[in-house]
């Protein structure tokens, strides 16, 4: 069955400080990947998602991502966090032959002064 | 546009009640999809509709659980009794067209049940 692993539960940084938030997905098939961010009290916005193409993808707020196929990883990264950037992060797969979306168990990025 | 809308935002009852939640998709959008999100966990999906048809609703625990979505556009889920166990935010999303795996899911706010 297909599964997300995100190690870090919890990630502080200092404001300004590069970040990466570690995403691992376990498929013998093909998948489309997904990160969302959810502020507190509020639902889950997508901030990127790759699909084919360029392993490299941009998002919203200045976050991008890289799908490593040979290491079924699709990490999260942001060269310069703020203060507004501290939330909760998920990663999501979804099987291109089920169309079902997983969870992981998300990543709590809080920024620090 | 108007996002998706839930109501209520937050709901506690005591064990062995029953409640209810209400969510009102994207206008147009055609997939509903009903979420359960434990403290410290990824949302697990529960049910999801394409339409007012259920595509998927095999971790639904349908001894007390139970969804509808009359003519495609808003969705009801109900809890009937509650268990202890089942306080969590339970997050509706909708998505745009047919259900796809590349579709992006808009979600509501949630509501946080707390069962007593």
């Known amino acids: 069955a297909q599964s997300v692993t995100q190690l870090d539960s919890q990630v502080p940084v200092f404001e300004e400080a590069p970040v990466e938030l570690r995403c691992n997905y376990s498929?013998?098939?093909?998948?489309?990947l997904f990160w969302y961010v959810q502020y507190p009290n509020q639902g889950l916005q997508l901030l990127l998602k790759?699909?084919?193409?360029?392993?490299l993808v941009k998002g919203i707020n200045g976050f991008e991502a890289e799908f490593n196929k040979s290491q079924t990883s699709f990490h999260l990264r942001k060269p310069s966090v703020h203060i507004s950037d501290t939330a909760e992060y998920f990663c999501?797969?979804?099987?291109?032959?089920?169309?079902?979306?997983?969870f992981g168990t998300g990543t709590r990025l809080k920024v620090l002064a | 546009e108007a996002g998706v809308a839930q109501s209520p935002r937050y709901k506690i009852i005591e064990k062995r009640q029953s409640v209810a939640f209400w969510c009102n998709p994207i206008?147009?959008?055609?997939?509903l999809y009903w979420y359960q999100q434990i403290l410290g966990q990824g949302p697990k999906l529960l049910i999801q509709?394409?339409?007012?048809?259920?595509?998927?609703d095999s971790q639904l625990p349908k001894d007390r659980f139970s969804a509808e979505r009359l003519k495609g556009v808003d969705s009801t889920l109900k809890i009937q009794p509650a268990k202890l166990e089942d306080s969590a935010v339970y997050l509706c999303?909708?998505?745009?067209?047919?259900?796809?795996?590349?579709?992006?899911?808009?979600f509501g706010p949630g509501t946080r049940l707390t069962v007593l």
């Open positions: 999303a909708s998505s745009p067209v047919l259900a796809g795996a590349y579709n992006e899911q808009f």
């Open positions: 498929s013998s098939v093909s998948v489309y």
């Open positions: 790759y699909l084919s193409g360029s392993t």
């Open positions: 999501a797969v979804s099987d291109r032959g089920t169309y079902k979306y997983i």
């Open positions: 206008s147009g959008h055609a997939t």
């Open positions: 509709f394409q339409n007012n048809g259920v595509v998927d």
